[in-house]
C-alpha cells in the first residue's frame, strides 16, 4: 500500500489550498484516513480524519470551520480542503490510512494508521 499526498505549496494568509491523498495497493472504500500535520520543532498533530463510510469526519480546533475532508474512492484519493490559511498552518502534512474497514467513525491519532504516505509541505507566508 502506498499513499502519495501532494498539492502543498506556497500561499498567503487567508489564502487557500486542496491537499490530496492518493492511495495505490489496495483500495481506499471504506478504510479510514486521516490528515496529519508537524510544524518545525512541534509534535505531529492530527488534523482531520474521515470514516469509511463517510458517516463521520473530525477536525483538530485549530483547524474546525476552515478545513474541510472529503473521498472520491472511483479515484481511490482524499482531499483536504484548506481554506483562511494562517501562518500557524505551516508544516508538512502527511495523509495516512487504516488497513480495514472502518464504518461510523475515525480517530486523529496515529495508532490505527499503518500505512503512511510522504508528507507534502505548506507553507503560509506574506
Known amino acids: 500500500v502506498q499513499l502519495q499526498a501532494s498539492g502543498g505549496g506556497l500561499v498567503q494568509p487567508g489564502g487557500f489550498l486542496r491537499l490530496s491523498c492518493a492511495v495505490s495497493?489496495?483500495?481506499?472504500?471504506?478504510?479510514?484516513v486521516g490528515w496529519f500535520r508537524q510544524a518545525p520543532g512541534k509534535e505531529r498533530e492530527g488534523v482531520s480524519c474521515?470514516?469509511?463510510?463517510?458517516?463521520?469526519?473530525s477536525f483538530a480546533d485549530s483547524v474546525k470551520n476552515r478545513f474541510t475532508i472529503s473521498r472520491d474512492n472511483a479515484k481511490n484519493t482524499v482531499y483536504l480542503q484548506m481554506n483562511s490559511l494562517n501562518p500557524e498552518d505551516t508544516a508538512v502534512y502527511f495523509c495516512?490510512?487504516?488497513?480495514?474497514?472502518?464504518?461510523?467513525?475515525?480517530?486523529?491519532?496515529?495508532?490505527?494508521?499503518?500505512?503512511w504516505g510522504h508528507g507534502t509541505l505548506v507553507t503560509v507566508s506574506s
Open positions: 495516512a490510512t487504516t488497513s480495514y474497514r472502518v464504518y461510523g467513525r475515525c480517530s486523529r491519532y496515529a495508532g490505527p494508521y499503518p500505512y
Open positions: 495497493g489496495t483500495t481506499l472504500d471504506y478504510y479510514a
Open positions: 474521515i470514516s469509511g463510510d463517510d458517516r463521520s469526519t
